[in-house]
């Protein structure tokens, strides 16, 4: 594909970031996607420019970043819009003098952003088959306008081989690695049903208010919690890959996950709610678990400590379970490759093949890109080989 002007912009003003953002002090996933996507476009040879809320103009990872004042209009081949925070409102776009050959409006969550019926887009992308359904239902987002990609993970998340009987994975470190609203008292509700048993559980707590630029609140102090706070990736890429179980347990409906495919590339035994999008993203007894009931009752917390317990005691499954999601999640390069393979086919480019078998949702076409298939008529996203011959959707 020729090189492409790419250009992402964000109005969000709740939180100043740029490209080292991630790794200097740690970030919510939506800036943290935005960040990896725009590099690994700008690695892949492409003119990437970022107009978002930074400080001043100035280069990084091959990213040129603009400071939201200084943009009075973008001149691209392709131009992503998003937001992901703040009043998650698109309509300063709307004040832009824009020339695109494709406009996209990259969505992260489930409520409906603002300007998203005011602002002419050619597709609505989005990180899972979930909130696809989300924008059908709820949005009114014609089908054929829909494309999914999954998200990935840095380098630093890919769990490498211990140097030193030091650096080992400790069998008894749970992470809880979010926002404190998501499930931290679930995550301590477990915790305590195993400690009840065997005090060397411990639970370490990344990231907190502060990833969703609050204020910062370390919470009460308890026997075998260590709170962390916001880590730069490259330090939690580090803790986790010492860790040996992460907890996502919630009734938030998750439209993604990035937490717990970091979790899972560095190694860990995730134990997710089955709500949400990660349902598709784990399969259930293969990469990782997932927890069906209320995760807020006694009866939840007292079946996942007796799973963790059982994994404790049994290393080689647990390894099963590790090697498994590890090999599940997918680096940020290939969902590069796999945006830039949905514009050439969009665009009426070389990738204009479609695989055989019809879409069971709408018996459309699959295009086949780099990271599986993706329906061209109703966006939906299937990870292997569409039935008759894969295993199925997920």
Not at 224 to 247: D, K, M, T
Not at 260 to 266: F, G, V
Not at 368 to 386: R, V
């Amino acid at each position: 594909m020729k090189n492409l002007r790419i250009s992402l912009y964000c109005p969000d003003h709740h939180l100043a970031y740029d490209g080292r953002t991630p790794d200097k002090q740690g970030v919510g996933g939506g800036v943290a996607v935005r960040i990896r996507l725009a590099a690994a476009l700008a690695k892949l040879g492409h003119d990437v420019a970022m107009i978002c809320n930074c400080s001043r103009v100035e280069t990084v990872d091959g990213v040129k970043y603009l400071p939201l004042a200084k943009a009075k209009s973008i001149d691209a081949d392709v131009l992503i819009l998003s937001s992901s925070g703040g009043d998650l409102d698109l309509r300063p776009a709307l004040n832009l003098e824009i020339k695109a050959s494709l406009r996209l409006i990259w969505v992260h969550g489930t409520p409906e952003l603002k300007g998203l019926r005011e602002i002419p887009y050619d597709y609505v992308c989005m990180p899972s088959n979930f909130i696809r359904q989300v924008a059908m239902d709820e949005w009114g987002v014609p089908r054929e306008k829909l494309f999914v990609s999954h998200h990935g993970v840095s380098p630093a998340f890919l769990a490498r081989p211990f140097l030193s009987r030091r650096q080992a994975r400790n069998p008894y470190k749970l992470v809880y690695t979010s926002h404190p609203s998501k499930g931290i008292d679930s995550a301590l509700g477990v915790l305590r049903v195993l400690r009840a048993r065997e005090p060397r559980f411990e639970l370490h707590f990344y990231g907190g208010n502060r990833l969703w630029g609050e204020a910062e609140q370390v919470p009460a102090r308890e026997d075998g919690v260590i709170y962390h706070g916001l880590l730069g990736q490259q330090q939690l890429a580090h803790e986790l890959q010492s860790s040996h179980i992460a907890l996502n347990l919630q009734d938030r409906l998750e439209p993604f996950g990035l937490s717990l495919i970091e979790a899972m590339a560095s190694g860990n035994v995730v134990f997710a709610s089955a709500v949400g999008a990660y349902p598709e993203i784990l399969r259930n007894g293969y990469d990782g678990f997932l927890v069906h009931g209320n995760h807020m009752a006694e009866e939840t917390w007292q079946t996942v400590a007796r799973q963790i317990q059982s994994l404790t005691d049994s290393p080689d499954f647990s390894r099963y379970i590790r090697n498994n999601a590890q090999a599940a999640v997918r680096d940020w390069e290939t969902v590069a490759q796999t945006w830039l393979g949905h514009w050439e086919w969009a665009m009426g480019g070389s990738t204009r093949t479609t695989w055989t078998h019809p879409c069971p949702t709408c018996g459309g076409a699959f295009v086949p890109l780099a990271d599986g298939y993706h329906c061209a008529s109703c966006g939906l996203y299937s990870q292997d080989t569409p039935s008759p011959l894969g295993r199925g959707l997920g």
